[in-house]
Structures are given as C-alpha cells and as structure tokens.
C-alpha cells in the first residue's frame, strides 16, 4: 500500500508567494525525508526531519512533523522560479532496518515569474 | 568528488531483449538502492545492496530481474526479456551508513520497442 500521501498533486503560484505541500502516511516512522526533483533529473535531498523532532528548517525550507496525525508539512516560502519542481515526501518506516525509502506521488509546484 | 553516477542515462531495446543498468555509488558509500519511477508517479523501491550482498529485494519482481554489487565496479540491475511494462526510470542511491540520507543519480530512462 501507498505509504505516503501528498496533496495538493498541483500547485501554482506566483514568484515571492509561499508554497505549502502536505504529506501524509500511515505507519510508524524512523523519519521523514523531502526531495526535489527536476524534469527529466534524480532526486537532491532537501530535508530530513525525525520522529522525535517536530520542526527543521534550512534556507527557505520549513518541514514540520506530526507523528500523532502522522503527517508532515514543506513550506517554501519566498518562492522563486528556480523552485519549480516536482516534491516528493519519503518514510523510512519504523520496521524497516534497511534504510529503503517509500515515496509519496509527489506534488508538482509551478511558480510563476 | 562525484556524485552516484548511472549509465547509460538512456536506453532503448526491443521486447525480449535484456537491460543492464549500471550504477557507481559515491565515494565511501558502500549501501546502494535501486527505485523505479514510473511516468507521473513517485518512486517504488526495488532492491537494497550492500557489497556482494542483497539485502532486501521485497520490491523486485520475482522473475526476469536481478542485481548485483560486486566488490570490484558498478551495481548492476538486470532486467530479461523485457517487456513493455519495464519502461520506466530507474534511479539509483546510495548512502555511507543506513540511517544516512541517500544520493540519488540522474536516473536510467529504460525504453521498450
């Protein structure tokens, strides 16, 4: 089954404006981890937050944690042109000792010059 | 020092015929994985590797695919007889220790005549 969940799957917005998109997943987690991807490119890591933690931020990234509701949030604030790109939310799940990752569908963020 | 690199980044072949997709992980990083990404979807993992061992292979269909990380060179993925439903973009990661983030490569786009 689908471990991660995100919404919105699209997401437009103007250069400057903020961007949030939202994970959600259903089992218990060693952490979370978001990524970038650009068209036709692989994966740059942006973030890992862990169970334990609740809040990380790095540069104009903002990622929070809920492990009550199990879900997850990257906020992207100030955003530029450059940001457009697909975003992916991935678990490593807590019965997992292997450090495989399960990704979410990923939501597509378009900003606008 | 470069990052996990993946050849060829393209590849075509007919049906029934097989695909070597090879992968170097990064310097000093001895746990590779393999994803599958499929068009306008996240990420599926395959199979996780350690130096001639595998690991997890619980996302790796049963038959016609393979890996392998021998001690000298690339991991290998192996797909026989291909068929249609094999074209996708395979990616690669690896990471220096389990609970570390991983290094994506750019991805083997995999396509079948």
């Known amino acids: 089954s689908q471990q991660g969940e995100e919404d919105p799957q699209a997401l437009s917005i103007q250069e400057g404006e903020n961007a949030t998109m939202n994970c959600s997943y259903k089992t218990s987690i060693n952490n979370l981890q978001w990524y970038r991807q650009n068209s036709g490119r692989g994966l740059v890591h942006l973030i890992l937050i862990r169970s334990n933690e609740r809040e990380k931020h790095s540069g104009r990234l903002r990622v929070t944690l809920d492990t009550s509701k199990k879900s997850s949030s990257l906020l992207i604030t100030a955003s530029r042109a450059a940001d457009t790109a697909s975003y992916f939310c991935a678990t490593d799940p807590g019965s997992s000792n292997t450090g495989k990752l399960i990704f979410g569908q990923g939501t597509t963020l378009q900003v606008k010059p | 020092n470069a990052g996990v690199m993946q050849n060829p980044r393209h590849l075509v072949r007919r049906r029934g015929q097989e695909a070597r997709l090879r992968c170097s992980p990064m310097?000093?990083?001895?746990?590779v994985y393999w994803y599958r990404q499929l068009p306008e979807e996240g990420l599926k993992f395959m199979v996780y590797l350690q130096k001639e061992n595998i690991i997890d292979e619980s996302g790796m269909p049963k038959e016609r695919f393979s890996a392998e990380f021998p001690k000298e060179g690339p991991s290998i993925l192996r797909i026989q007889q291909v068929v249609r439903g094999d074209s996708a973009a395979y990616f690669c990661?690896?990471?220096?220790?389990?609970?570390?983030?991983?290094?994506f490569g750019d991805g083997t786009r995999l396509s079948i005549l």
């Open positions: 990661a690896s990471s220096p220790t389990l609970r570390d983030s991983c290094i």
């Open positions: 310097k000093g990083h001895s746990h």
